[in-house]
């Protein structure tokens, strides 16, 4: 079964990450009170608790590590693996997969010591198609994978 393990925000850009017990994700917005949220196409990031292990032994200080901070982790499926087009839900709540791995900043010194690192190949972006509280323990299913419908 794949679940969510935590969920976490920034009030502000460039701000620390807090951890909440809870959250509500904004229809066509992202999570209440994350200064990332908006209308775009990258509403809500989700990174598996399998990835950051692997950038985590990659031991370079560098810009992603300091900066990037999912607002879900989740643990038991490979989000990544999934097309663009996926739709999931999450208790009520309904999101769908936008974007499919980031582009590494120029200037990142574990893109340009150790080439690729997990964060530009296996975090996820979504936009929320339908609203609600989530919580960490929330079980996370997919709906349809834009060719038949799976449950994880």
């Not at 460039?14 to 990258?42: F, I």
């Not at 574990?110 to 919580?135: P, T, W």
């Amino acid at each position: 079964m794949a679940n969510i393990t935590l969920i976490q925000f920034s009030e502000r850009k460039s701000a620390p990450w807090h951890a909440v017990p809870e959250g509500l994700l904004l229809k066509d917005w992202g999570l209440e009170g994350d200064a990332h949220a908006g209308t775009g196409h990258r509403q809500v990031s989700l990174l598996g608790k399998e990835s950051i292990p692997k950038i985590e032994r990659l031991s370079v200080e560098g810009l992603c590590t300091g900066r990037f901070n999912e607002n879900i982790t989740t643990e038991g499926i490979c989000l990544y693996e999934f097309p663009v087009g996926t739709r999931f839900s999450i208790g009520l709540c309904e999101l769908e997969i936008t974007q499919v791995g980031k582009e590494c900043f120029r200037q990142c010194p574990i893109y340009n010591n150790a080439g690729d690192c997990s964060l530009s190949g296996e975090v996820v972006f979504a936009r929320v198609n339908e609203g609600g509280l989530i919580q960490p323990g929330d079980e996370l299913r997919v709906i349809n994978n834009s060719n038949e419908t799976d449950s994880v």
